[in-house]
């Protein structure tokens, strides 16, 4: 499994330190975890990662656009010029807008699966707690829902049912959201519906990592 995540605003840094949470139950699970961070997000040192360690299964967090992922820069690393470096692979994209058109492109040219948002990947926070994102009340249900997507697929869960699990617990979190007395609860309740409504994939809906 490789993980590449960029951190260069508060929105990177949350997912980046949320992430820490999937490469633990990964490596609980007996997965061999890669990290590529910083200014190792490059095409050529990811291409050369992925033919030498053969991943099943790629997460990235990061920015994005209907068509590429970008780095620490903000310029893109990956398009539907390269988009076949996923061959074989079950994606997690965790970017703005890639489903569209990357994640179809990348399973046109042999990526197993695709999962992503077609649309913008949203995200709250509560002023003075970017130090802190993972005790952050109003991103956390967000990012857990997002999670649970690539914590499915570690536990053996098919892609489809994995984006079902996401869908489920969207719906769970929603409604506790929508009656809890917390002040930011509200706060969640768009960026979390946003999102189940974009999350999504191409490829095969049976395919496991294990």
């Not at 539907?80 to 965790?94: C, P, Q, T, Y």
């Not at 707690?129 to 499915?152: F, H, T, W, Y």
């Amino acid at each position: 499994m490789i993980v590449i995540r960029t951190k260069h605003d508060w929105l990177t840094e949350y997912l980046y330190n949320y992430t820490e949470i999937l490469i633990s139950f990964a490596e609980e699970r007996g997965f061999k975890v890669q990290k590529i961070e910083g200014l190792d997000i490059k095409f050529k040192h990811i291409e050369k990662r992925i033919r030498e360690t053969k991943p099943r299964c790629i997460v990235f967090n990061g920015h994005g656009t209907t068509t590429s992922l970008c780095d620490n820069s903000k310029n893109e690393f990956i398009n539907l010029d390269n988009a076949h470096v996923f061959k074989g692979i079950i994606a997690f994209v965790r970017a703005c807008n890639a489903l569209k058109e990357l994640g179809p492109k990348a399973v046109k040219e042999g990526c197993t699966a695709f999962i992503g948002y077609k649309n913008r990947f949203w995200l709250a926070k509560k002023q003075g707690m970017e130090s802190r994102p993972l005790s952050a009340p109003i991103a956390k249900p967000i990012i857990d829902a997002s999670n649970v997507v690539v914590i499915g697929l570690l536990k053996g869960h098919s892609v489809e049912e994995s984006v079902n699990k996401s869908h489920q617990l969207t719906e769970n979190l929603f409604i506790d959201l929508l009656f809890s007395n917390d002040p930011y609860a509200r706060v969640s309740l768009k960026p979390l519906l946003q999102n189940n409504q974009s999350l999504g994939f191409e490829g095969n809906p049976l395919a496991k990592i294990k």
